[in-house]
């Protein structure tokens, strides 16, 4: 069956880093687009960043433009989120997303990762 499992995630003060995994199964990942979304306390669910399973392009949310990084690495059905210069709004429920373009309904997510930014 298909599973986003979702990793990295902690406590980390103003200013650090953490970086974010997702590691894939259940379907064909190439051929996904990967995407990171965000949910804070209270707030709606908000996109982060995508990249493309095309061409490995990349968009991102202009709140982390410059400071995350969104990567995958093919082989190893992973998706990554490179996160520096965190602040205390970051912190968030971070959750991995799986879209096929040409299938609406094939579209999945992970259980989430809790990013704490806080001294």
């Known amino acids: 069956q298909v599973q986003l499992v979702e990793s990295g995630g902690g406590l980390v003060q103003p200013g650090g880093s953490l970086r974010l995994s997702c590691a894939a199964s259940g379907f064909i990942f190439r051929i996904y687009d990967m995407s990171w979304y965000r949910q804070a306390p209270g707030k709606e669910r908000e996109f982060i960043a995508v990249i493309s399973s095309a061409d490995g392009s990349t968009n991102y949310a202009g709140s982390v433009k410059g400071r995350f990084t969104i990567s995958r690495d093919n082989a190893k059905n992973t998706v990554y989120l490179q996160m520096n210069s965190l602040k205390p709004e970051d912190t968030a429920v971070y959750y991995c997303?799986?879209?096929?373009?040409?299938?609406?309904?094939?579209?999945?997510w992970g259980q989430g990762t809790q990013v704490t930014v806080s001294s």
């Open positions: 997303n799986a879209q096929y373009r040409r299938l609406p309904e094939a579209n999945y």
